[in-house]
């Protein structure tokens, strides 16, 4: 089965393996004449680079873009758009006793169960590094929303028992604490915890929030196509994601409608909404409001300290995970949220493009 | 854009509105030889009738199913089964009001947003009554699943404040009490919230969980078709749910690694977990533990007390919302989830059966 | 599988068996605004009625539409169509018998094959009556078609050794002919060619064209999604159909460059070819003339002369197939063939919205 | 739309232009455990390497394929497959000049049309070396259907008016002689027919055929995804095919029911037919037979003789085409549509899998 695939129209297929020749993506669909330059697409890769800061992993890739089709004089094509990145730092040594056995939290036995076998180095096909083809195509989504005034803001909303303070948001700030917080003083504090945490060869998790305004109202369909729920396919396909929220997400559940309802009023001849509970979809709709969005993600399964487990023998055992692991996985999982987003608000924009008829006739002009 | 079909394989469309001649479902990719009898599916719609207990809308609807294709002396033939229900208890009368003007937590904005206008007639396309489709769907996946012995269980787990106590889960109780709560005592506490919300003019939210035993490891995709990935897409695309959780959900954003990593041990010689915070999927493929997912769901947006809207003329206006309406959405909704369960899980059954050529060895006999 | 439907965009899933309680159609992703009538499908479906003249079946059906979904107010909504016609002739009886045996040039044995077992009456799904949903959505394709200038015109070019004069084309005549020839005098002659095929307990085959007029030059897609691709699939999946042309098609494989293509020239301040070998269609996209295809189709398999074949136990048998058959498929293909190119059409419009930045800034107005 | 990609389980998708940095294809969906080598890919793309005889463009081209994702140890993992080639001949100043007109026969027009400009070099995306991703997908499923005893063979039937004997047929011949034929004798008249077209500036057409052999019965579904109708597509897609048959195509529609009619009868116990006019496919779903089909492919646009077209200003002017282009199009696209037929049977192969219940038991052993 094409698992690998995302998308409706603007539709995208990740390939590649942690440590195999290279990794990337297709995207196809997206419309003639975006503006497009490698360095959109870096800028969006540098984001998730490893070996930047003390909290990820020592292991340093260049993770340089190549753009080998779809693109002419500078803009799309309309045609697939092959982005590739070599991987240039394996050390498949550090994984061969993986081989052998099931690492607790991880998918080496998930694999097996269900392909009999698996490229086990570095985590093969399930390693984070898969995220490069989608952070690629989440720049080239990005690319095409900004045409239309669209603006996604993913950041760190906590790490641990830190949350940052939302009257501290400094959004410049998300590019350059190492934690991806948009409060210094928070990130500060994440730090800390975190070298706590790797004292303890233990490891943390998060929670990672995206906003996306401009977007127009609507944009999604009222069915299974929803915008809310494709998001959360979107967020949830992202490894160690283990819920997803929309708008104010699980509060919902323990209020009145009365509170919940978000009330609409008019402001400069345009219908506006007093509030934005419903985090900026109704009926899988966009309501013209910010979309916002939570991921919930897991601390990071690869820790040092020993874990029982079992090994393809059927033998139990006793591991301590090697190899170079970050402590807390959502600071590089920020932009992978933001450009899975952008992915499905992009597809959201073209599916919308034949809603309707009135739409055909401006652009068949009859 | 085909927004209404769902899954891969095993793939329904609904279709039907509101106050249309009648609503259904075509389902196409449904094995041959599945036993199926229209009382599968009546017993899966029967859950989520209306009026049936004082704490949901009065209107009275037989919803008799007729399956109209695709079976043939009491098995599916593989080719597409086409449910019907009529409607029968339209009060359009009711609802012309509504045409006019945008319902708070509705989607008669977004949908005039996007289609320019809107079969208004008791939500018309993105009324509860959609579910109906999915819940007929919903049978038949189960009665797959059942196959293989796979089993599904979804259940109230709150209403506003309410929470059920799990020492006192009693699993026929589900579709006894009124609320869908596993705990009669706690149902008692929750009808009586409720009765004090409709006193208010007002409504409540809730959480509904869903478990599915017997599911073999090595179901799912590790990409984008990862199980969970799919189950959120499945249960966000109901109406009303904010968010959606997978085994421990948002409370592993809190949690150390060594705390959330479920180890492997051996049982009666086959690898088990020790633990499963997981809930039952690791890289988006089933581990073999029980598949656990929670939904939050929002306060019915329709409440009787005057709230702030506007019209399609723009003008700022204050409505009171007529009609019949549940207090809550969650009770009618817990089959809705199931069903959505069922069909992810059955279409992942089929995905997976040519995961390997091993696989497709038994099959082509070669 | 889900092997009932077709389409990317404008989608249809077809339903329904021979002899089962309907049959019918959903139709996803038709844009909301188009203005559409239970009229419009029927005048559609009467084309392809049985029992009309003597060279068709006696079988007769009212096959009466009916609209389900997806219209209010006489227009789409931009929500799923359903359209059901019952099944009021079925007379199983005639069938019971070839339940055990395999019918030559018929699904009997395939469909065992497959599914291990089959609805055997009156051919079940594989019966020609499932084209009846492919007519329903054809006509509302032509609608949303028309509104742009569009006009679909397809005949019967051959019936057996009859070809149309085209000096003697008379568009009128398609429909009141009972061959669906568009000249009287050949039709005559045709009808004369059956009878005696009938007098010899045999069938005849034909060739049908379709040519489409007012197709906007850019629709289709250069690859796999060529407009000429999805038109063979189109009409090659009516069942009897074993050749696909277009434009000139078999004729080109045995001329020179310099004669098949077709010059470009101006007329009227517009880019027009000068010629049409190509049938309308460069390199997978619409050029702007005439859309030309051609479907050749088998006799009738079922014939009432005795036929060697084999049972399902194995022995070898002679048989003669009873029951109620058209003596050429041609007549009643003629609009299925029309409705396939319709719908393959339509999607393409569709599918194009999106193909250009441009485009989308004309809708989403940036 | 995402147009570049084929097939529902078994899926592919190219990239690339004939000009840019590199060509190639991704397949999702091939099964786990398929022993597959770069060597297996390498001998498909040789046979359609340019260069390589006098009857084809003297652009040399290594056309070295490179695997950058989805096998291990020497198989398939189940993952995505990253097939690469190198564009090392591109000599785009050829080129420059048909930026600005549109070759007639040529789909610089349409392309324009669709999308506003167009990656003019080489013919861009609408070249040839597309085909490149095809063919290195169609070595995939050849080597996945080499498993299952299927053996496909494609060759040159006609160029011209020169047509292969087959009481000469000489599989070996197929890929030694220039053109393709599996017969020395008539290969040599062809060569010289093509001489005489070059001496005129002008080109030949031709016919392709190919049979597929060891097929199961059971392949393939009842309506729209039809083996058939996907075949049609599948060798529609590959540029300047006008016409596709199946079995014995065209000339079924002058034919009687009682000669075309294929009879069942018992060979060594299992069922088979005693004719094979239908060319393996009864209704949709493989018959055990010989699957047979014949794609008719056009004479190459590119003549060197004076043409009259019209450029993108709307000036009439006369052109004759410069660059590198074979005299006729077949041998070269042989393996294309080899190709495009493993690809399309694979497909079906793996959709199989799921048609019947039992098929999941032996799978899931319930």
């Keep these: 089965m094409a698992g690998s695939s995302f998308g409706n129209i603007f539709r995208l297929t990740t390939w590649g393996e942690s440590h195999g020749e290279a990794l990337g993506v297709v995207i196809d669909g997206c419309p003639a004449g975006v503006s497009l330059d490698v360095a959109d697409i870096q800028a969006y890769l540098d984001r998730r680079k490893p070996g930047q800061t003390r909290i990820s992993t020592p292991r340093r890739e260049a993770d340089a873009a190549e753009i080998l089709s779809g693109t002419f004089e500078g803009r799309t094509t309309g045609t697939p758009i092959l982005v590739l990145v070599r991987n240039t730092s394996q050390r498949s040594a550090d994984y061969s006793e993986i081989a052998n056995y099931y690492r607790p939290g991880h998918a080496d036995y998930t694999f097996d169960a269900k392909y009999g076998f698996r490229d086990y180095r570095g985590g093969g096909r399930s390693s984070g590094r898969e995220t490069i083809g989608r952070v690629a195509a989440g720049a080239v989504a990005a690319k095409l929303l900004g045409e239309f005034g669209m603006e996604l803001t993913a950041y760190t909303k906590s790490i641990g028992p830190v949350t940052v303070d939302m009257d501290k948001f400094d959004r410049q700030a998300i ?192």
Excluded: W
């Excluded at 900026?280 to 993600?297: C, K, Q, T």
């Design 175 to 366: 590019r350059t604490t190492p934690t991806c917080m948009p409060d210094a003083e928070a990130s500060a504090r994440a730090e800390s915890y975190l070298a706590d945490c790797m004292k303890n060869y233990d490891s943390a998790g998060g929670v990672i929030e995206c906003v996306i305004s401009g977007v127009p109202a609507g944009l999604g369909d009222p069915v299974f196509e929803k915008l809310d729920a494709n998001l959360a396919k979107a967020v949830m396909s992202i490894g160690a994601v283990k819920a997803v929220e929309i708008g104010d997400g699980v509060e919902v559940s323990s209020r009145h409608g009365s509170e919940n309802n978000d009330p609409f009023r008019m402001q400069d001849g345009r219908i506006v909404k007093a509030a934005n509970h419903a985090g900026g979809i109704l009926g899988g709709i966009s309501d013209g409001s910010d979309i916002i969005l939570r991921a919930h993600v897991k601390p990071t399964p690869s820790i040092f300290s020993p874990q029982k487990t079992v090994n393809r023998q059927g033998e139990e055992i006793e591991i301590a995970v090697k190899g170079r692991h970050d402590p807390v996985i959502v600071p590089r999982a920020v932009v992978v949220v933001e450009a899975m987003a952008a992915i499905t608000i992009a597809d959201a924009l073209l599916m919308g493009a034949s809603a309707k008829l009135e739409n055909l006739k401006k652009i068949y002009g009859r």
